[in-house]
């Protein structure tokens, strides 16, 4: 559909103004209980698109995938209600097979080709940041989740001054995951010293930063880091 067309079936307003208008509304169950603002004015099915590593070396992050979108059709009754309309609610899930690039693809199909209303991913910054760039480029909200914040952000270059403007995330962050292990390591007698193994990824990179990520924490509370370097 072209732009021309998209304005004049959303009266007036591009399908990304319609969409940049109800992008803080349409995240979650809770969201969709309450309608679409005004995504969907025009159309009389909310598609979303859902991103994740269902095969390959990440496929047990997915393992739940499935039950988690058949339980949120159950608890909407596979349809929203919005400005007094009742709209159907179809989730489009496609595979990253564990690889960023593909994971673009995908996206990037949900994106031009089924025009999906919101775009979900999760899983592993190697799934949520490609989908979210497209997601960005594209000026289409997206909700991305399963990924430490550290790796979703900075990983896309994210600027705190600026953040960005169509795409959302939310999980802990590292600074969580390292005061849970130095609570647990604090409890026992040890030499303080304490190896990283970390893989040249997205996580790995992040986790072992010298300002995001371990070290310097780790330093900051009296423990040496032993990092060998990253392993493929």
Not at 198 to 205: E, I, K, S, V
């Amino acid at each position: 559909m072209s732009q021309e067309s998209r304005k004049a079936k959303g009266g007036g307003r591009t399908r990304r103004d319609i969409l940049k208008a109800g992008a803080a509304g349409a995240v979650g169950t809770a969201a969709l209980s309450a309608g679409f603002p005004s995504i969907v004015r025009a159309a009389d099915t909310v598609r979303i698109g859902y991103v994740s590593p269902k095969t390959g070396p990440l496929a047990p992050f997915a393992v739940s995938d499935e039950f988690n979108v058949a339980s949120i059709l159950e608890a909407v009754g596979g349809t929203v209600q919005s400005g007094g309309n009742s709209l159907d609610v179809e989730i489009i899930v496609k595979d990253s097979q564990s690889n960023p690039n593909r994971a673009a693809e995908v996206a990037s199909e949900l994106i031009l080709s089924d025009e999906v209303h919101l775009l979900c991913a999760g899983n592993t910054p190697e799934t949520t940041n490609p989908v979210a760039d497209q997601a960005e480029i594209n000026e289409v909200p997206c909700v991305t989740t399963l990924c430490p914040w550290q790796p979703y952000f900075f990983g896309r270059g994210g600027d705190p001054a600026a953040g960005f403007q169509w795409t959302y995330h939310y999980f802990w962050g590292l600074e969580d995951v390292i005061a849970v292990f130095l609570n647990l390591w604090g409890k026992i007698e040890t030499n303080k010293t304490v190896g990283g193994l970390f893989p040249n990824d997205g996580d790995g990179n992040a986790w072992g930063h010298p300002e995001l990520g371990f070290p310097k924490p780790l330093a900051g509370a009296g423990y040496t880091l032993i990092d060998p370097g990253r392993y493929p």
